[in-house]
């Protein structure tokens, strides 16, 4: 590991580019990734640059006015057998179908000795986020969830 990375300044581009991605700024939030990192969130699993903007242009056509907002960044230096990590809370707010919505999530990055992102792994419940606000599936869903708790 490059003993110079800086974690709060690796940490500091990642959630500048987050905060201020735009359609057109998808391919300088890519930079921040490694060629052949690793992204996994509940609907995607994909690898390599391209394959991470493509998913990043994706959300840009599926929602209006998406938006991140980081809410706690905690940074770990890397050791001899641990590469630097970052761990990165947000609220993610779009509108779909007339409708403003928000997501609230977490991201668990590592980090190359370049202070390149290697894995991207979105952490965020899809059941209690998105379906359960749905009419029909969101009432089963609600129903379950109900009789599940203890």
């Not at 201020?20 to 921040?32: E, K, P, R, Y």
């Not at 960044?73 to 761990?87: A, H, V, Y």
């Not at 990055?109 to 390149?116: P, V």
């Amino acid at each position: 590991m490059n003993a110079l990375l800086d974690i709060d300044t690796a940490a500091s581009h990642i959630q500048q580019g987050f905060e201020g991605l735009t359609l057109g700024g998808v391919d300088a939030l890519s930079q921040l990734y490694a060629v052949d990192a690793k992204f996994k969130d509940p609907f995607n699993d994909v690898q390599g640059r391209g394959a991470i903007a493509h998913i990043f242009r994706h959300m840009f056509s599926q929602v209006d006015a998406p938006k991140f907002v980081v809410t706690a960044l905690i940074g770990k230096n890397g050791t001899e057998s641990r590469c630097p990590q970052i761990f990165m809370r947000w609220n993610f707010s779009f509108v779909a179908r007339g409708a403003a919505q928000t997501i609230h999530g977490a991201t668990h990055f590592e980090l190359n000795e370049d202070g390149l992102i290697t894995l991207h792994r979105d952490y965020w419940d899809a059941a209690e986020e998105l379906y359960e606000k749905l009419p029909v599936l969101g009432s089963v869903l609600r129903w379950l969830k109900r009789r599940l708790q203890a």
